[in-house]
């Protein structure tokens, strides 16, 4: 596999990667926002239940008229804590089947869908006289002393808050015929949880559809990705083969090509042979002159420019671009009018004349071929580098073929000249000569009215 097709891949799964870890996060915030909502609605319902005059509000008020007696008791030093608490205990949990069934009496009415179930647990108890406040009960921890409600581990996630209940107290109470007073104020903090099976799975069933729609996105994306890389890895292979047809072909065809030119010209000095015969060899001899050319041609062209192999030596400008021009004016003389307009200056060319004097005749070709009948030739120097602009007033080339016309195998296809062939090949074998020179080359042109390329060379 190529290098670049690699890189593709590479380049593909980094993008797929960071792709689905922006989706994983959207879906985690997505079920962040619907926990939180879902936990808040749910804390709503359960808030509006025991509120005032319910018959568990009187459950709570049965339990904390029990509950101050003792208090009473214990600010009086008749009662230890540990006993105060299991009292407190005993009352709730003697109160809590009743508390249960009115519960659940509240949340069947409610209508949630989903089983709740909830319990109060005692976070803190102070008790504050004149003379200091003591606590008898604190307890932070999650494994808090349990009131009323049903019996289930406390998840901290589905903490509803806590509630206060604060009072002052004043008491009179005889023991043992002696009558005795007190006062203190009491702090009462309870932190409520609810609990419901299978919470999460709640939430993720109403993430189902978004769910099931980034899961299949995803599928589509991981396809796609799959078959234009399978589709790519093919054509790679198709275009291999295809050049390496081309080459082989090509160099199986030259040698039959030879053959047979030695075979002609060997025909051709035969003294005694008639006219017909002679023009028949000629045609032969021209025909198998153009076939080989046009081998050479598609042979040249499976090369890039970085295969090419230069054979730079030092030209006079001015020499090197008019012998070109001498040699063009004479093939051509009866079709175009050549104008020339070459820098008298003595610049010293540093390359190629083979395979330049090959890129600059290919455009002088193409002008005759499409329509021209006058080209104007410029040479001279701008910044260092050598300029040579052709320019003709041929059928000129559209902006979107002006992108298209460096490429193996484009040609313009153009109703009005049906008898022009071609390979599409020649400027493709310009542009690459002159890139392997470090040059470069440019076209402007206007339909109908002509073009003009211009080659620019640097002169180190
Ligand atoms: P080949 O040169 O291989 O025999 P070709 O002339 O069709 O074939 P190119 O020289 O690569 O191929 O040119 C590509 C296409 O660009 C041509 O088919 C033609 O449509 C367009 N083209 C090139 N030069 C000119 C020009 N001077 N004026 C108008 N069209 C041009
Ligand atoms: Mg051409």
Same mark, same amino acid.
Request: charged residues 25%; glycine residues 6%.
């Given at each position: 596999?190529?290098?670049?097709i690699?890189?593709?891949?590479?380049?593909?799964?980094?993008?797929?990667?960071?792709?689905?870890?922006?989706?994983?996060?959207?879906?985690?915030?997505?079920?962040?926002?619907?926990?939180?909502?879902?936990?808040?609605?749910?804390?709503?319902?359960?808030?509006?239940?025991?509120?005032?005059?319910?018959?568990?509000?009187?459950?709570?008020?049965?339990?904390?008229?029990?509950?101050?007696?003792?208090?009473?008791?214990?600010?009086l030093?008749?009662?230890?804590?540990?006993?105060?608490?299991?009292?407190?205990?005993?009352?709730?949990?003697?109160?809590?089947?009743?508390?249960?069934?009115?519960?659940?009496?509240?949340?069947?009415?409610?209508?949630?869908?989903?089983?709740?179930?909830?319990?109060?647990?005692?976070?803190?108890?102070?008790?504050?006289?004149?003379?200091?406040?003591?606590?008898?009960?604190?307890?932070?921890?999650?494994?808090?002393?349990?009131?009323?409600?049903?019996?289930?581990?406390?998840?901290?996630?589905?903490?509803?808050?806590?509630?206060?209940w604060?009072?002052?107290?004043?008491?009179?109470?005889?023991?043992?015929?002696?009558?005795?007073?007190?006062?203190?104020?009491?702090?009462?903090?309870?932190?409520?949880?609810?609990?419901?099976?299978g919470?999460?799975?709640?939430?993720?069933?109403?993430?189902?559809?978004?769910?099931i729609?980034?899961?299949?996105?995803?599928?589509?994306?991981?396809?796609?990705?799959?078959?234009?890389?399978?589709?790519?890895?093919?054509?790679?292979?198709?275009?291999?083969i295809?050049?390496?047809?081309?080459?082989n072909?090509?160099?199986?065809?030259?040698?039959?090509?030879?053959?047979?030119?030695?075979?002609?010209?060997?025909?051709?000095?035969?003294?005694?042979?008639?006219?017909?015969?002679?023009?028949?060899?000629?045609?032969?001899?021209?025909?198998?002159?153009?076939?080989?050319?046009?081998i050479? +041609?598609?042979?040249?062209?499976?090369? $890039?420019?970085?295969?090419?192999?230069? @054979? &730079?030596? #030092?030209?006079? *400008?001015?020499?090197?671009?008019?012998?070109?021009?001498?040699?063009?004016?004479?093939?051509?003389?009866?079709?175009?009018?050549?104008?020339?307009?070459?820098?008298?200056?003595?610049?010293?060319?540093?390359?190629?004349?083979?395979?330049?004097?090959?890129?600059?005749?290919?455009?002088?070709?193409?002008?005759?071929?499409?329509?021209?009948?006058?080209?104007?030739?410029?040479?001279?120097?701008n910044?260092?580098?050598?300029?040579?602009?052709?320019?003709?007033?041929?059928?000129?080339?559209?902006?979107?073929?002006?992108?298209?016309?460096?490429?193996?195998?484009?040609?313009?296809?153009?109703?009005?000249?049906?008898?022009?062939?071609?390979?599409?090949?020649?400027?493709?074998?310009?542009? +690459?000569?002159?890139?392997?020179?470090? $040059?470069?080359?440019?076209?402007?042109? @206007? &339909?109908? #009215?002509?073009? *003009?390329?211009?080659?620019?060379?640097?002169?180190?």
């Open positions: 596999m190529s290098r670049k690699i890189l593709l891949i590479i380049a593909s799964i980094i993008g797929l990667i960071a792709l689905s870890l922006i989706q994983a996060q959207l879906i985690q915030n997505t079920y962040a926002l619907r926990k939180q909502a879902f936990i808040d609605k749910t804390s709503k319902v359960v808030g509006k239940i025991g509120s005032y005059g319910t018959p568990i509000d009187s459950i709570g008020d049965a339990i904390s008229s029990v509950f101050l007696k003792d208090l009473d008791k214990y600010s030093r008749m009662l230890s804590k540990q006993k105060l608490l299991n009292r407190l205990q005993k009352i709730n949990d003697s109160l809590n089947p009743n508390f249960i069934k009115e519960y659940e009496k509240e949340i069947r009415s409610k209508d949630l869908g989903y089983d709740l179930k909830y319990h109060k647990t005692l976070q803190s108890l102070v008790l504050v006289d004149s003379l200091k406040s003591d606590t008898i009960y604190f307890n932070n921890t999650t494994t808090n002393l349990k009131l009323v409600g049903y019996d289930f581990k406390n998840d901290p996630e589905l903490r509803l808050g806590t509630s206060t604060e009072t002052n107290r004043t008491f009179e109470k005889k023991i043992k015929g002696e009558l005795k007073k007190g006062d203190y104020d009491v702090v009462f903090k309870t932190i409520n949880y609810m609990n419901i099976d919470w999460n799975r709640i939430i993720l069933k109403e993430m189902r559809g978004l769910l729609f980034s899961f299949c996105i995803f599928l589509f994306v991981i396809g796609l990705f799959y078959y234009s890389i399978k589709n790519l890895i093919t054509q790679k292979k198709i275009a291999d295809k050049t390496d047809f081309v080459n072909i090509t160099h199986e065809l030259k040698t039959p090509l030879a053959t047979l030119g030695l075979a002609t010209k060997i025909l051709k000095k035969q003294e005694q042979i008639s006219p017909i015969m002679k023009s028949t060899i000629s045609t032969i001899e021209r025909q198998n002159v153009r076939l080989q050319k046009l050479d +041609q598609v042979l040249n062209n499976s090369l $890039g420019y970085e295969e090419l192999v230069l @054979e &730079k030596h #030092k030209f006079n *400008s001015t020499d090197f671009i008019s012998e070109i021009l001498n040699d063009f004016e004479v093939s051509h003389k009866d079709k175009v009018t050549l104008k020339r307009m070459i820098s008298s200056e003595n610049l010293k060319l540093n390359l190629d004349r083979f395979y330049m004097t090959t890129a600059i005749v290919n455009i002088l070709e193409n002008a005759v071929k499409y329509g021209t009948n006058k080209i104007a030739v410029q040479s001279k120097i910044n260092e580098n050598w300029q040579l602009k052709i320019q003709d007033n041929g059928i000129g080339i559209s902006k979107k073929n002006q992108k298209l016309i460096f490429n193996k195998f484009f040609r313009v296809e153009n109703k009005d000249v049906h008898n022009v062939k071609g390979l599409g090949l020649g400027l493709y074998y310009s542009h +690459q000569i002159i890139k392997a020179h470090g $040059g470069s080359i440019q076209v402007e042109s @206007e &339909k109908g #009215k002509g073009t *003009s390329f211009t080659i620019v060379l640097p002169l180190k």
